[in-house]
């Protein structure tokens, strides 16, 4: 496998330990400070949110280690690992949480479980904890630019491989490792990373096992590493490394996770999802609402083509005929014409449109039925996530509406207010009262400043 070697004077992995242990919040710009806070604000938002689901209720059932931990929304404390496996859960649990343009990845549901984790068990300050929250995020962003899309070639979800080495970078910055510590917490936790593809076949909740057992596998990965665990140096870029296991079609360009460190914070790529659905599904709907503004019934609609890129096919259009009749609420997330369909006649694709019941609407999987997809060579996707659709109507008019970029992501980012407020409506959807929500949102838009972490388990309920 020809790649690009790594920088001179170690492994890879020693060379990004470095300088992870010498980064203080002081070396960190304040827009990156500011990603950090909302993806932490989002993310607790999304905890709530999911807290009363069956598969929370499974999830957290199924840990069977009690502790001083939190899994925020849930009244029984767990060990360190289990909070961590929870609130990874949790975050993505809903597929509303965040995500990176240009190299697609869940981000904040990986890392922030295992700082908040790894503080929480050792007590230790708030700052501490967002230093770990940023080298994680930014660990995320840089590794998956190394072979972007291979990882899923291969059959494995990158937030399930990719995440455990940034839960390592997460909670090993939180606990204050030093370089060689560090740097074996990702030879550690190469040997933790999985999670298949399967969940696509029958729309499982496996995907949303990937980011909570990445964030427990991070937190044991630097956990041992403390020890002095004997863990290979070369995880990264080694023979038999971790691209060379999980990506083995690519050419790993291994300068990403070293070029500019410092100065140019891929973590402020970070997109927030304003749909509880498959990212690059986001410009479609929108251009689907756009649509039903005009006036426009589903009756007269005789069929939509989507030009589209060809990298979305695989997860979001086929095989087709399952895509038109998603088996239930969580497989119609990553179902292209069901959540066009459902964004046209709600004019939204949030929590509420993706029940089993809602799933099995016949308006909406008669429209959904008569929604296609043709490759586009030129489409953008990963570089941009953008939505086109052609609609020809039964009295013959030809619509075409089209949406240039994501609507959270750089190009046009949901503002403060706009994630507050999100986090606000997901803590009602999960059965919290709005003072519970608004102490919650202040507590994370403070944690830099909290002197420790006792006050996370008011959040236990």
Not at 15 to 25: F, G, I, K, S
Not at 126 to 132: I, K, P, S, W
Not at 206 to 212: I, V
Not at 400 to 406: K, W
């Amino acid at each position: 496998m020809t790649a690009h070697p790594p920088p001179p004077g170690g492994a890879l992995a020693e060379t990004y330990a470095a300088w992870l242990c010498n980064l203080t919040l002081s070396d960190i710009p304040a827009a990156m400070q500011q990603v950090a806070t909302l993806d932490l604000i989002d993310a607790a938002g999304l905890c709530i949110a999911a807290r009363g689901e069956p598969y929370m209720a499974q999830a957290t059932a199924g840990w069977d280690t009690d502790g001083p931990c939190t899994a925020l929304g849930h009244t029984r404390r767990l060990d360190a690992a289990g909070a961590a496996f929870a609130n990874g859960i949790a975050i993505h649990g809903e597929d509303f949480d965040d995500t990176l343009e240009g190299a697609p990845i869940r981000v904040g549901a990986m890392t922030i479980p295992a700082a908040l984790a790894a503080a929480e068990r050792f007590n230790l300050p708030g700052e501490r904890a967002t230093l770990g929250i940023i080298a994680g995020l930014e660990t995320v962003c840089r590794l998956n630019h190394i072979a972007p899309g291979a990882i899923h070639r291969a059959g494995f979800h990158p937030v399930g491989v990719i995440g455990a080495l940034g839960a390592a970078a997460a909670a090993g910055k939180t606990l204050g490792l030093d370089a060689a510590q560090q740097a074996a917490a990702f030879g550690i936790a190469g040997s933790m990373a999985s999670g298949i593809l399967e969940y696509l076949s029958e729309g499982a909740w496996t995907k949303r096992l990937h980011p909570g057992w990445a964030a427990q596998s991070g937190l044991r990965a630097a956990l041992l590493a403390r020890t002095g665990f004997f863990a290979p140096r070369t995880v990264l870029d080694g023979a038999h490394g971790f691209f060379h296991a999980f990506a083995p079609t690519a050419t790993p360009d291994f300068t990403h996770l070293t070029r500019d460190l410092g100065q140019d914070w891929y973590a402020q790529r970070i997109a927030f999802k304003p749909y509880a659905c498959g990212t690059m599904i986001h410009p479609y709907i929108d251009c689907m609402i756009r649509l039903a503004a005009t006036g426009i019934r589903a009756d007269q609609i005789r069929a939509i083509t989507c030009p589209t890129g060809e990298g979305l096919v695989h997860r979001l259009w086929e095989p087709l005929p399952a895509k038109h009749r998603p088996p239930s609420g969580y497989a119609a997330k990553f179902s292209m014409p069901f959540c066009m369909a459902v964004g046209f006649f709600d004019g939204d694709a949030g929590l509420a449109q993706f029940t089993d019941a809602r799933a099995a609407d016949p308006a909406v999987l008669s429209l959904a039925a008569k929604i296609t997809y043709v490759i586009d060579p030129a489409n953008e996707y990963p570089r941009n996530y953008s939505g086109h659709i052609r609609v020809d109507t039964t009295d013959g008019r030809h619509i075409a509406l089209d949406q240039p970029h994501m609507r959270g992501g750089v190009r046009e980012p949901l503002t403060d207010s706009d994630i507050r407020a999100k986090a606000l409506a997901n803590c009602r959807h999960g059965g919290w009262s709005d003072a519970q929500a608004h102490r919650l949102i202040d507590w994370a838009a403070t944690l830099a400043t909290q002197p420790d972490m006792t006050s996370l388990s008011a959040f236990a309920s």
